[in-house]
């Protein structure tokens, strides 16, 4: 696998460039070079060196693709004036796009996009007065998108409008808690999770830290109307019931939950939910809940580390549909070791005789999950590969089951460098999901390392973080409510 070597002058656009250089070659080494002076000296690549240069001038953009010294793809444009740094951003990636595609012999399906929302610049679009078919093909244009990219994200841009009609999301607020333990720690667990057997002992020092977060941010938001609660993770339901119980308890006496438009729990691992823990749930007005196979096949469970059998799974799913649970979410996860369209069929179809209310398709990330990284290398005949049909066999499946695209994002490392959509019955959509994917409301998260979103009336979004470290978050829990109380002030 060839070595990289990005050369440029504006460290504005390093991430960007180094991110869509690695969408075309995920698994060669990167290194990105930002220097004033004009490279040609030091741009002599050895053999399986490829040398890349992205170069902003005074009056032009520059981009090429070097191997072996000789310049084997080029572009260049003049500047768009007067500067204005999106326009120049969007202008160096439209060239690289372009270098890397000649050089490459190849496109990719999400253009030269490198952002985590492609939907909200389609609803962006909307906003401005396109209709679909203009917001689609300028998506086409400006980004290189695929059509059937382009097309998903108006699809979904408009359907996230019409879900949000008539709610005042601006006067009102989500609230996001979250429980970092798990019954196991997954090998692609890229979350700062923490295995329970370890940790049991703290887990009520947790809770009554939260409660105090929980406390605090209530008083905080009295007068303001809360629309809907997720709770995450981690795994929620690794809390025993009473812990379960104190934490509902106090979110109740803190915030009025009566009004709520959705609150959902992520019981996540069927290996951490019982009977006695959904009970608690439905003595609250929780309504929707989330059951996670990840994946149907026992040998990438056992592989993965997630310690419990399909059957848990299905036993799982049918004592919260028993308990009365009527909307549930299923989440799976394309490019796991070992597995390809055949194994994600299988996952699909059992997960089709369940008949969830939502799907969730994630594509794998590999970004901090050094346990991934290393079980890959000593089981180098496992692939972890995700590619464009096994997502479009994911989206006919949930197509076929009556469920529909309602919100989408990417992340940085995915296989296949695709994307993790959620698919709904029209009326069982997850709220929060879309008022945090699209920003357009204001989130407080609560726990260790949670992040909390203000979003302010001209859109702008400023952020505050709690500390990841479960022992620090205990410790300075009263810190973590002074950064929100600025946070909002
Ligand atoms: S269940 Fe989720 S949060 Fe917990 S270890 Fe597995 S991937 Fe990480």
Redesign the pocket.
């Known amino acids: 696998m060839c070595e990289i070597q990005i050369w440029l002058n504006r460290q504005e656009f390093e991430y960007d460039i180094y991110s869509l250089t690695r969408a075309f070659y995920p698994k060669s080494a990167v290194t990105v070079h930002c220097t004033d002076a004009f490279p040609e000296e030091s741009m002599q690549p050895s053999k399986d060196q490829i040398f890349l240069l992205a170069w902003c001038g005074e009056k032009d953009i520059v981009t090429e693709c070097r191997m072996e010294g000789q310049p084997l793809a080029h572009r260049e444009a003049a500047l768009v004036f007067p500067w204005e740094r999106a326009k120049v951003k969007s202008q160096i990636k439209q060239l690289l796009y372009q270098t890397l595609c000649q050089f490459s012999g190849r496109t990719l399906i999400w253009g030269n996009l490198t952002g985590i929302r492609p939907v909200k610049l389609a609803a962006d679009f909307l906003e401005e007065g396109m209709d679909a078919d203009a917001a689609k093909a300028h998506m086409e244009e400006k980004y290189d998108l695929s059509p059937s990219k382009s097309g998903l994200c108006v699809e979904i841009a408009l359907r996230e409008r019409k879900i949000l009609e008539g709610l005042d999301y601006q006067s009102g607020y989500s609230l996001y808690v979250g429980i ?7 090998m ?4 700062s ?1 923490y ?1 329970l057997d370890k940790w049991k002992t703290r887990v009520d020092g947790y809770v009554e830290a939260l409660c105090r977060e929980i406390q605090a941010t209530g008083r905080m938001m009295q007068g303001r109307t809360l629309h809907t609660v997720y709770i995450g ?3 929620p339901t690794t809390l025993e019931p009473a812990q379960m119980q104190r934490l509902l308890d106090c979110m109740k006496e803190c915030f009025l939950l009566e009004n709520l438009r959705e609150f959902t729990v992520e019981a ?2 069927p290996d951490s939910i019982t009977q006695k823990k959904l009970e608690v749930l439905r003595q609250y007005p929780v309504t929707r809940l989330s059951v ?1 196979p ?1 994946t149907m096949n026992q040998k990438t469970l056992d592989f ?3 310690r419990h059998t399909v059957a848990d799974i299905e036993k799982a799913y049918g004592l919260a549909r028993d308990m009365g649970f009527d909307n549930v979410n299923m989440d799976l996860i394309a490019g796991l070791p070992g597995e390809g369209p055949q194994e994600v069929a299988h996952t699909l179809q059992c997960i089709r005789r369940l008949e969830p209310d939502s799907l969730t398709v994630h594509s794998l990330a590999v970004k901090r999950a050094a346990r991934l990284r290393l079980f890959s290398q000593e089981h180098r005949e496992l692939s972890m590969e995700n590619s464009a049909e096994i997502m479009s066999m994911a989206e006919s499946c949930a197509r076929d089951m009556g469920l529909v695209p309602y919100y989408l994002y990417r992340q940085k490392n995915m296989a296949g460098n695709l994307e993790n959509t959620g698919y709904a019955r029209p009326e069982k959509a997850g709220l929060y999901n879309i008022l945090m994917m699209s920003e357009k409301q204001t989130v407080l998260a609560l726990g260790s390392g949670s992040v909390s979103k203000r979003v302010h009336p001209d859109g702008r979004v400023e952020r505050c973080e709690n500390v990841k470290d479960v022992t620090q978050y205990m410790d300075r829990v009263d810190e973590m409510v002074e950064r929100k109380r600025q946070l909002l002030e």
């Open positions: 970092p333990f798990c019954p196991s720690i997954c692609y667990c890229s979350f999770s295995p993770g981690g795994t996540g691992r996670n990840q993965i580390g997630r």
